[in-house]
């Protein structure tokens, strides 16, 4: 939303749109089947929140959401009692799996889902391939979405997996929107559950370190501690600390062999640049919290504005109609 809000400022069209063209890869390592239905989380949670029908309340779901569906499911002992899903949502679900039954890719199902409001932005998924993750913990071997939602990630996971992924591919279009691109940026997400899924998908890292625009990521950390979720708890499975510095590493420079060409951090995480730099990953400091929609703008501003070369300062969060026209 940040991204888009930022675009529509800097480069409108003259419609209260932009003439930039945004291009969102949406990880499908969350999916899952429930009770005979396909649920894509990600993928719902972004059309929402661009169309402007999400719960901001609640954090995931649809605004005005009812339950009683989801009641009678858990009454006949049917789907997870600990994952409930509105009935504006289930419509959602019932919809994507009625198009899958019927031969569409997820690639088209989630096209149809994007089409029914004016999103802003074309939202691919990474792969058509079922990719959904899978977590070995303390206790045994379940879905995501369980270490997940039932036990908040509480369980220690000893490792990740998406099986079948070795065997994706790209989804149509995706890997043309990185090479086409003016800039690359990686979203403060997950870098284990999230970005590390889409990443995975074979090709799409290669694509990634081919990009001839600029690569930038944004910390999902400030000052030692996820902006959001239990970033912390994936980190450990994987032998990372949660810290920005680390994440950076993680990801790596591109000049060798790594991801990415800057890599923004937090003002509380100043301290961490200098060293950050010294390993070749220039690391701007930013405010990084969005508190609403300016401040998501303006950190996709400073994002993009690392991207392109240019001055941060060209990309003011400052109301539309006062942006003059760039090129």
Do not use: K
């Not at 239990?230 to 591109?254: E, F």
């Amino acid at each position: 939303m940040g991204v888009r809000e930022a675009a529509r400022r800097c480069w409108p069209d003259g419609a209260g749109g932009t003439r930039a063209r945004i291009t969102v890869i949406a990880n499908t390592g969350d999916d899952l089947w429930l009770s005979g239905l396909r649920l894509q989380p990600d993928v719902d949670s972004m059309v929402y929140a661009l169309a402007g029908v999400n719960d901001t309340a609640r954090g995931w779901g649809r605004a005005g959401e009812s339950e009683r569906t989801a009641a009678e499911l858990h009454a006949w002992g049917a789907g997870w009692p600990w994952f409930t899903l509105g009935d504006l949502d289930l419509g959602t679900h019932i919809a994507r799996t009625g198009w899958l039954h019927e031969g569409a890719t997820v690639t088209e199902v989630v096209a149809r889902l994007a089409s029914r409001w004016p999103l802003g932005v074309a939202l691919l998924p990474m792969t058509d391939t079922e990719v959904d993750t899978h977590v070995d913990t303390t206790l045994g071997r379940m879905h995501f979405q369980e270490w997940w939602t039932r036990h908040r990630a509480t369980v220690p996971a000893q490792r990740f997996d998406n099986p079948r992924i070795e065997r994706a591919t790209p989804a149509p279009g995706v890997v043309e929107a990185i090479a086409a691109a003016d800039a690359v940026l990686f979203a403060p997400s997950n870098p284990v559950v999230s970005l590390g899924p889409i990443l995975a998908v074979p090709g799409l890292a290669a694509a990634v370190r081919a990009a001839p625009g600029r690569v930038v990521g944004v910390s999902p950390i400030i000052a030692g501690s996820p902006v959001r979720g239990m970033a912390d708890a994936c980190l450990a499975a994987v032998g990372l600390p949660p810290t920005a510095d680390a994440v950076g590493r993680h990801y790596g420079p591109r000049a060798t062999g790594g991801l990415l060409d800057a890599w923004l951090i937090a003002e509380e995480d100043a301290p961490l640049a200098p060293d950050l730099e010294a390993r070749g990953l220039p690391a701007p400091v930013h405010p990084l919290w969005m508190r609403d929609l300016d401040t998501a703008a303006a950190l996709a501003a400073a994002a993009l504005g690392e991207a392109l070369g240019e001055s941060p300062g060209l990309f003011p969060a400052v109301p539309r109609e006062a942006q003059r026209p760039r090129p």
